[in-house]
């Protein structure tokens, strides 16, 4: 059974940072890429962040670039969100995914498992 558990999430002030991580179970974690999303209420799911099964190639919302950063450590099978210079509109539920990318599939969309969910929320 897969799991996936998000953690680190919590409520900061504008231009603080936080950071999520993602514990995964269940799949052999090194060949599925990685994704955060978030969520607002009222909205649909939208893409945050990506990164390729071995960590070489990353992806990112233009609403976040150069303000957040994922990585991955495949020894303890687990994903990382930073996130700096936090924005009250960064407020949301965020949700951790995976997937096993198969040729021609997309790195924003699609995922096939997902997380529970962390709730970050950003002061103004």
């Known amino acids: 059974q897969v799991q996936l558990v998000e953690s680190g999430g919590g409520l900061v002030q504008a231009g603080g940072s936080l950071r999520l991580s993602c514990a995964a179970s269940?799949?052999?974690?090194?060949?599925?890429?990685m994704g955060w999303f978030r969520q607002t209420p009222g909205k649909e799911r939208e893409f945050v962040a990506a990164i390729s099964m071995r960590g070489i190639n990353t992806y990112y919302a233009d609403s976040v670039k150069g303000r957040f950063t994922i990585s991955r450590d495949n020894a303890k099978n687990t994903v990382y969100l930073q996130m700096n210079s936090l924005k009250p509109e960064d407020t949301a539920v965020y949700y951790c995914a995976a997937k096993f990318m198969r040729p021609g599939s997309s790195y924003y969309t699609a995922y096939d498992y997902w997380g529970q969910g962390t709730q970050v929320t950003v002061s103004s």
């Open positions: 269940g799949r052999t974690f090194s060949r599925d890429a």
